[in-house]
């Protein structure tokens, strides 16, 4: 009988074996972070860099240089603080180049005694995956909904279950080829290996969304420096995302020219002083602003502020309302019960709570990413200007986690491993992680007109390691060639060879190849 390794107890992380570090780069600020898991599977951020944002306008990088000097100053401030080397990241983006779609899609299995494994899925998103966008676009995400086999429909696990046809509701995330080269090039020539990128307002999500509130249906609503961003969820599943190109700076702009005032005031007035509900404030309310090199100082009053501040956060709300109105929150069936949850840096904006509910009627509440960190972190870190980093970190750890092969509990039927198979399955471990990586990377460099046999060759590495993985665990198992220790089979004697139908055949029957040499 074959037997599988056994699966080992989850150990407690320590920050020289399971660190995450990913990477924030905004409008406003760049952060890095660096975080590893506790003895009762808690997030704990260990190290945490941010730099003012100087090269990236409303998400898209506008000046190589001075975000390579940004991004390199968070992660030195980063490294300091935890005496850990970042030596590769995976980025959030967002940026009004941003936009999603719905697409269904099937494929029609081969043999449908067998039940559906990862392997079918699999096939069915990289199908998705080659579906033709707009010239200069690419697909970032692509995200399942709900299965359909065979008919029947409402399915959100459909590995185990029979059937021939399997079909999928896929939402998908597309962005600008040339804003994603623009990122990674800027991370590559800060010394850092590019290791993917995930929508900023996803990784959000999961930092400050509980899983109830994602399953009720719940918006939310990320309010960075130069966009705001918005995920929809539910019944547990991702149903809508969208990026607006407006966010605090606009505020900020707003209030230099409104209060004709430089723009470093315009942010402190707005932190300090800043509502978007004028009721609050009385007429006679007045903050005085210093005058430059020996003017007068320029009296503000606070109920005209705060009119500025209302114009323009209304129009934002109006526009997160009408894209949640887009998806269908008026039907009973896609009610989001859960209401809106607010996060980002421009979410601390006070009365701003009580202006949504006011605007959209939903229930609205501040969203902090601590729901899923450990108790010892800073206070800072809990604040909602840091709700994409802490989720892009957790986005980081769930990959690990999926990723992960302990060579420590890999066993044959013989006894332990020896050293090389435990070397090559580290290899293999390694190529699975960086081989989305390597094809991202040399695809994104192929010009249009170029021949694909260099793609064409990045495949048959990936074969080449892919195969190496069976013979190894096939090695390391005790399972002879041909046979799938997945599947209920019998190990197959010596002397036969298994055929594609599953029955047996001897050796000495096989059909033997043709001598094709003259």
């Not at 951020?45 to 940004?70: A, E, M, P």
């Not at 800027?186 to 010394?191: D, I, P, R, T």
């Not at 802490?390 to 050293?419: F, P, Q, R």
């Amino acid at each position: 009988m074959i037997r599988r390794p056994p699966r080992s107890t989850p150990k407690p992380s320590s920050a020289a074996s399971d660190v995450y570090k990913r990477q924030d780069i905004g409008t406003t600020k760049i952060v890095a972070m660096i975080g590893i898991l506790n003895e009762y599977n808690k997030l704990k951020i260990i190290g945490i860099g941010k730099s003012k944002s100087l090269g990236v306008h409303r998400g898209v990088v506008n000046n190589i240089s001075q975000t390579i000097q940004s991004i390199q100053s968070a992660i030195n401030e980063a490294e300091n603080n935890s005496n850990e080397k970042i030596d590769k990241v995976i980025v959030g983006i967002a940026g009004q180049h941003i936009r999603s779609l719905q697409h269904s899609d099937y494929i029609t299995r081969e043999n449908s005694d067998e039940v559906i494994d990862i392997n079918d899925l699999n096939k069915l998103i990289n199908q998705v995956y080659k579906l033709v966008m707009m010239p200069g676009e690419e697909i970032i995400h692509v995200l399942p909904q709900e299965f359909k086999i065979d008919g029947q429909s409402e399915i959100k696990e459909p590995v185990g279950m029979f059937g021939g046809r399997l079909e999928a509701n896929f939402h998908i995330v597309v962005g600008q080829v040339s804003s994603i080269k623009n990122i990674a090039r800027c991370v590559k020539s800060s010394g850092i290996d590019f290791h993917g990128i995930t929508l900023e307002p996803l990784a959000s999500a999961d930092a400050v969304l509980s899983i109830e509130e994602k399953e009720a249906g719940v918006a939310l609503v990320d309010i960075g420096g130069g966009t705001t961003d918005l995920a929809i969820f539910k019944d547990g599943i991702i149903r809508h995302t969208s990026v607006i190109p407006f966010g605090g700076n606009i505020i900020t702009d707003d209030i230099k020219e409104g209060c004709s005032i430089i723009e470093k005031q315009a942010e402190l007035l707005k932190i300090k002083f800043g509502s978007p509900w004028p009721g609050e404030n009385r007429e006679n309310e007045i903050v005085s602003i210093p005058g430059l090199r020996g003017r007068d100082p320029k009296e503000i009053s606070l109920k005209n502020l705060s009119k500025i501040i209302h114009a323009r956060v209304v129009e934002i709300i109006e526009q997160v309302y009408m894209e949640i109105k887009n998806y269908g929150h008026e039907e009973q069936k896609k009610k989001l019960i859960a209401g809106i949850v607010l996060t980002g840096g421009g979410s601390q904006l006070k009365h701003l709570k009580q202006l949504v509910e006011y605007v959209t009627g939903m229930d609205t509440r501040l969203g902090l990413p601590n729901e899923h960190l450990a108790g010892n972190n800073s206070i800072e870190i809990s604040n909602p200007t840091f709700a994409t980093a802490v989720g892009l970190v957790m986005n980081s750890m769930e990959k690990s986690k999926e990723l992960n092969i302990d060579l420590d509990s890999s066993h044959d039927l013989d006894g332990e491993a020896t050293g090389d198979d435990k070397d090559n399955l580290k290899d293999i471990k390694d190529s699975f992680e960086y081989g989305t990586k390597e094809a991202t990377e040399n695809s994104l460099n192929m010009t249009p007109g170029q021949s694909t046999k260099d793609w064409d060759e990045q495949v048959g590495i990936m074969h080449k390691k892919q195969n190496t993985m069976r013979e190894t665990v096939a090695k390391m198992w005790g399972v002879e060639e041909g046979h799938n220790p997945f599947r209920n089979e019998e190990k197959v004697p010596k002397g036969y060879h298994r055929m594609p139908d599953g029955s047996l055949m001897k050796d000495s029957d096989m059909p033997k190849k043709e001598d094709k040499t003259m």
